[in-house]
């Protein structure tokens, strides 16, 4: 059996010193690039070898320099020149404020990574027309019972192979992503969420609800979290934080727009640090960021 994939609009802190033993993902390998072109529906995909370092701090693919005194331009330019370039998947479900900071940071060279394709449930929101009049292509998931377009979670995962994608970035999606799809990326999918995880996170938190629920409790503070991705909604690991006050008077619209614009600096600063290869897993499971000021540092 051959499924077409279906590709649409193509048309054109505190930092914390000499953490334990750490483990890391090694890079996956991927199926050829096959962009406009029949795919084989099933395939079987190659696994994540895990690797353990005992005392060595190491990414993937990268060394990790035993001194450092501060980045340079040329310094930095010399370190992203020995890590390969990420390919990245956003997904979304409406305007795309964070998709829209992600491209420009990969354009002016922030972020070490290009958008390769997009994928949306909403073929006419916001972020997907932006991602079109970028030239990026737009995939329609998941498949509705009673519409031809839109692609499977099997099909999907072909697609994604066939752009070579590294990391999926959800950025405003609405919708569970699929166990196949957790277990096909095991810890490469992030998901931004406007509140301080675990608080006010679940099914039924999203949009205006979480802010609207965050002023009701009285909380003093709120922020944005992103994560990783699991089977859950918002249960998966945390990666990075940022906070923001909620005043006596606030609405829940003021809320909301005090916390975008945290999320706008976090997305970008933590998809920087991803497509550095500057992640790293404490032995317990915790993901860390490395500081790439002083590579001794987690935050």
Same mark, same amino acid.
């Given at each position: 059996?051959?499924?077409?994939?279906?590709?649409l #609009? !193509?048309? %054109?802190s @505190?930092?914390i010193?000499?953490?334990k033993? /750490?483990?890391?993902l090694t890079?996956?390998?991927y199926f050829?690039?096959a962009?406009?072109? #029949? !795919?084989? %529906?099933k @395939?079987s995909?190659s696994s994540?070898?895990? /690797?353990?370092?005992?005392?060595?701090?190491?990414?993937?693919n990268?060394v990790v320099k035993t001194e450092?005194?501060g980045v340079s331009?040329?310094?930095?330019d010399?370190?992203k020149?020995k890590?390969?370039?990420k390919?990245?998947?956003?997904?979304v479900s409406g305007?795309?404020s964070n998709?829209?900071?992600?491209?420009?940071a990969?354009?002016?060279?922030?972020?070490?990574?290009?958008i390769?394709?997009?994928?949306?449930?909403k073929y006419?929101c916001?972020?997907?027309?932006?991602?079109?009049?970028?030239?990026?292509?737009?995939?329609?998931?998941?498949?509705?019972?009673?519409?031809i377009?839109?692609?499977s979670t099997?099909?999907l995962?072909v697609a994604l192979?066939?752009?070579?994608v590294?990391f999926?970035?959800?950025a405003?999606?609405?919708?569970?992503i699929?166990?196949?799809?957790?277990?096909?990326y095991p810890?490469?999918?992030l998901?931004?969420?406007?509140s301080?995880?675990p608080?006010?996170?679940?099914?039924?938190y999203y949009?205006?609800?979480v802010h609207?629920?965050?002023i009701a409790s009285?909380?003093?503070?709120s922020?944005?979290?992103?994560?990783y991705?699991?089977?859950?909604?918002?249960t998966g690991?945390i990666?990075?934080?940022?906070?923001?006050?909620?005043l006596a008077?606030?609405t829940?619209?003021e809320?909301?727009a005090?916390?975008l614009h945290?999320?706008?600096?976090l997305?970008?600063?933590?998809?920087?640090?991803?497509?550095e290869?500057?992640?790293?897993?404490?032995?317990?499971?915790?993901p860390?960021?490395q500081?790439?000021?002083?590579p001794?540092?987690?935050?």
């Open positions: 059996m051959r499924a077409q994939v279906l590709v #609009g !193509l048309s %054109s @505190s930092p010193q000499n953490p033993t /750490l483990k890391f890079p996956p390998t050829s690039s962009k406009r072109v #029949g !795919l084989k %529906s @395939s995909f994540h070898g895990i /690797l353990l370092a005992s005392t060595n701090l190491r990414h993937r990268c450092h005194k331009d040329i310094e930095e010399n370190v020149s890590v390969r370039r390919n990245l998947a956003v997904f305007g795309g998709l829209r900071s992600i491209f420009k990969t354009l002016d060279g922030s972020v070490h990574g290009d390769v394709v997009l994928v949306t449930n006419d916001g972020g997907a027309e932006y991602a079109r009049d970028k030239g990026i292509p737009v995939i329609l998931f998941p498949k509705n019972k009673d519409a377009e839109g692609l099997e099909d995962i192979r066939s752009y070579k590294d999926i970035l959800l405003g999606f609405l919708k569970l699929p166990t196949e799809m957790v277990r096909a810890k490469s999918i998901n931004i969420h406007p301080l995880l608080a006010f996170g679940g099914k039924c949009g205006m609800k609207k629920a965050v009285g909380a003093r503070y922020g944005a979290t992103i994560h991705v699991d089977e859950h909604y918002d690991r990666l990075a934080q940022r906070v923001v006050p909620v008077d606030d829940a619209e809320l909301a005090r916390v945290e999320e706008h600096k997305y970008v600063e933590v998809v920087a640090a991803l497509c290869e500057r992640i790293i897993w404490r032995e317990d499971g915790v860390l960021i500081s790439k000021e002083n001794n540092d987690y935050r």
